[in-house]
């Protein structure tokens, strides 16, 4: 059974702070996606990472995608209340051409 | 452009009773899924569509829970009976089509509540 484990699974910080939650998994994806999931929604597509040791800026968002292709991590700097939410990475097996695997999640609350 | 629509937001129904949910997908995309999402996990694939065929359909239990895609459009997801463990948020996404890389679009969900 292929899993995403994410840690830590919740996380509460003062605005401002800077952060790194992770998404580890003893499987190799071809590509792993992360997405932002509020309260009430669905989950958003924030970036993709296909190659092994990539990484992705998106203003103060920070993807890095492991050099192994099995794990990858998210850093926050400066982190304003409006970053808070449930954090959900996705990896696509590499055996597997359609379905994603998903994470448990993160809950970051970023406190003004 | 349109996102995917679903209805309802909410329902609260009692254990035995059954429940329908609606999806409406982005216009042209060809694949449209249908996830199970319980109160701090992450979302969990019941059935995938691509156009009116089923792809996948391993997680869903097929003794309660049905759904169907006519016309390669709207999809609907029923469950009959329900049970207490089906409390959830109901997502439908859809994307372009299947395959690596493709992003998918989630609707809002559908909070159902089993008492």
């Known amino acids: 059974t292929q899993l995403l484990e994410q840690s830590p699974q919740f996380l509460s910080i003062q605005e401002g702070e800077n952060l790194t939650v992770y998404c580890n998994s003893s499987?190799?994806?071809?590509?792993l996606q992360w997405y932002r999931q509020e309260p009430g929604e669905g989950p958003v597509l924030l970036v993709t990472?296909?190659?092994g040791g990539e990484v992705k800026k998106l203003k103060r968002l920070t993807f890095q995608f492991g050099d192994a292709r099995k794990d990858s991590s998210l850093h926050i700097t400066a982190a304003q209340p409006g970053d808070t939410g449930l954090y959900l990475c996705?990896?696509?097996?590499?055996?597997?051409?359609?379905?994603?695997?998903w994470g448990a999640g993160t809950k970051l609350i970023i406190k003004p | 452009e349109a996102g995917v629509a679903q209805s309802p937001r909410y329902k609260i129904i009692e254990k035995r009773q059954s429940v329908a949910f609606w999806c409406n997908p982005i216009?042209?995309?060809?694949?449209l899924y249908w996830y199970q999402q319980i109160l701090g996990q992450g979302p969990k694939l019941l059935i995938q569509f691509q156009n009116n065929g089923v792809v996948d359909d391993s997680q869903l239990p097929k003794d309660r829970f049905s759904a169907e895609r006519l016309k390669g459009v709207d999809s609907t997801l029923k469950i009959q009976p329900a049970k207490l463990e089906d409390s959830a948020v109901y997502l439908c996404a859809s994307s372009f089509t299947s395959g690596q890389g493709y992003e998918q679009y989630f609707g809002p969900g559908t909070r159902l509540t089993v008492t």
């Open positions: 996705a990896g696509a097996p590499r055996d597997s051409n359609y379905q994603l695997i």
């Open positions: 990472v296909v190659t």
């Open positions: 216009s042209g995309h060809a694949t």
């Open positions: 499987s190799v994806f071809s590509s």
